[in-house]
């Protein structure tokens, strides 16, 4: 039951080759449709968590609370569908929580950069060196937008097991190479894999309900126990601690509940232990 | 068939990649053939030719252009080298030297800091500090040196067409993936992608032969057609137009080459 993520500089290019990896291989592909059932069970507007999907950070950072706000919904509803396995996942920001699990194959497409560029240059009429700069631009506001939301770079290679270009390569020879992929016995799930998982399904199942009452925390699960991370001033301390403790404790599949509060008023509360 | 060329970090088992490849596909493989080749061809001592290529330029080098020409001599070397065919390169910025080259296929190989500081340590016998040290610093090196030489960043995948983290993969499974990507149609030598190769390696050959007259001269080639360009006009001197001139009979394959001074340059410059 491997899980493959596809992640892309252009989300289309990305779509069209886990649509095709997906009915390859059989798998269910998990993509951006799952957004209106997780709107439903927090009571949003689809169109927030496309938005804190696709925006980089404002000038200010105003809107950043609620975007890790929204983003921890998408993560739960996200690992809720993995978990599954035989899935192929785009267009999620997956590849920047699903980590340290072994039977989970992450691979970058890169469009072609040239033709995009010509593209755009014929659909806006401008020269192909502007829309060069703006697609330079488009990738360097994604970066950030990833930096902020997981501090993680997603151009960084390191964060995919492999990276496929399409200037040469074309995406039926990488749906190819995916599908070869994914038969490895290395991306097999065994035991230990699948309780990564499941330990990554619960913290991100905690961090969800917990976060519009207590932002900022940071979740760890292993095997049914909880390490939850906070920031608070020293007088609520106890308080917040036995809050948490109270509320994480009715989570379905915590046994035990360990609270850690980071006494420090200026240090911006930390997001996830991922 | 094709070209490939394989960048890596140091101890990123790039190099036993390659030389697997190479095994497999019944490839030569490159790598410090081509600093004797350019040493052998420009007659410049080795060490002074590795050290020129592997530390990033310093301010002075930037000013004086001394790098460029070694750059130069090495690009020269190594176009001569990949004509034949069916090689596979893994040294110093394969994929930036041979930029432009329809049938060459580029290939990068990371591995984790961890494991390359481990299989340093092994075979370098140094505490964990010292690998770490050794292994950062020689990534900033890179870093530094093909920024300033060719504006992009070695950790960009772009620049790639396949990037392989060889910490799920094993050495084997990388293998397998390149060779069957070197199997594709787009990465057969056509008779357009071996007349482009030529116009490489000529025109390398004459931006070897020119740049110790003007470090910024800049060299392009089509049909054995070559055009040397020259940002200033006050630098064309005598002396580099005469060695133009002798150049069309000295090297085979020129059919026609003219100087040009103070014009914008086409993309494909070298």
Redesign the interface.
């Known amino acids: 039951m491997p899980v493959i993520i596809v992640s892309s500089d252009l989300y289309r290019t990305g779509r069209d080759i886990a649509e095709s990896a997906a009915g390859v291989l059989g798998y269910d592909l998990v993509g951006r449709e799952i957004l209106g059932k997780i709107a439903e069970k927090y009571g949003l507007p689809e169109a927030k968590l496309t938005q804190a999907l696709d925006e980089g950070p404002s000038f200010l950072r105003r809107s950043s609370k609620l975007r890790h706000r929204y983003l921890a919904y998408i993560q739960e509803g996200t690992l809720f569908e993995l978990r599954k396995g035989n899935v192929v996942c785009q267009g999620l920001a997956a590849h920047l929580y699903v980590l340290g699990v072994s039977h989970v194959l992450r691979v970058r497409i890169l469009s072609d950069t040239e033709k995009r560029a010509g593209d755009l240059a014929a659909e806006r009429n401008i020269s192909p060196n502007k829309a060069k700069r703006l697609l330079d631009r488009e990738k360097k506001s994604h970066q950030r937008w990833s930096m902020e939301a997981f501090q993680l770079d997603e151009t960084d290679p390191s964060h995919y097991d492999l990276v496929i270009s399409l200037s040469q390569i074309d995406s039926t020879e990488a749906v190819k190479i995916i599908r070869e992929t994914a038969s490895y016995p290395r991306f097999k799930p065994m035991t230990y894999s699948l309780h990564c998982m499941e330990d990554l399904v619960l913290s991100s199942r905690v961090k969800a309900l917990l976060w519009e009452r207590f932002p900022g925390i940071r979740v760890r699960a292993d095997r049914g126990t909880l390490v939850i991370e906070t920031a608070a001033l020293k007088r609520e301390k106890d308080k917040k601690a036995k809050a948490i403790k109270e509320l994480a404790g009715k989570i379905p599949g915590v046994e035990y509940v360990e609270v850690h509060v980071v006494n420090h008023i200026f240090r911006p509360g930390p997001r996830s232990f991922r | 068939m094709a070209i490939i060329t394989i960048s890596r970090g140091s101890y990123s088992k790039g190099k036993e990649v390659a030389e697997k490849v190479a095994d497999r596909l019944g490839y030569q493989c490159l790598s410090r053939d081509v600093i004797l080749e350019a040493s052998d061809l420009y007659h410049i001592p080795e060490i002074k030719l590795v050290k020129a290529i592997h530390d990033a330029p310093s301010v002075l080098d930037r000013l004086s252009g001394g790098k460029r020409a070694y750059i130069a001599y090495y690009k020269s070397a190594l176009t001569r080298l990949v004509r034949t065919d069916n090689i596979v390169y893994h040294g110093l910025a394969g994929h930036l030297l041979l930029k432009g080259v329809?049938h060459v296929?580029k290939v990068?190989i990371?591995a984790?800091l961890a494991d390359r500081v481990r299989n340093e340590m092994k075979q370098e016998n140094i505490s964990e500090q010292e690998a770490r040290s050794m292994i950062l610093k020689d990534d900033q090196e890179r870093r530094k040196w093909t920024l300033s030489l060719y504006g992009a960043d070695p950790?960009?995948?772009?620049l790639?067409?396949?990037?392989?983290?060889v910490?799920?993969?094993t050495i084997s499974?990388a293998v397998d993936?390149v060779c069957?990507?070197a199997g594709?149609e787009?990465?057969r030598t056509t008779g357009e992608a071996h007349r482009k190769m030529n116009d490489l390696a000529l025109a390398s050959r004459v931006k070897a032969a020119l740049v110790g007259f003007n470090p910024d001269v800049a060299v392009t080639c089509e049909y054995g057609n070559v055009l040397v360009f020259v940002a200033n006009p006050e630098r064309t001197t005598r002396k580099l137009r005469e060695k133009v001139k002798s150049l069309g009979d000295e090297i085979r394959g020129v059919n026609n080459i003219e100087v040009h001074s103070g014009t914008a340059l086409p993309p494909d410059v070298i």
């Open positions: 329809p296929l990068r990371i984790d950790w960009d995948s772009a790639y067409d396949l990037v392989i983290h910490q799920k993969f499974n993936f069957e990507a594709l787009q990465f």
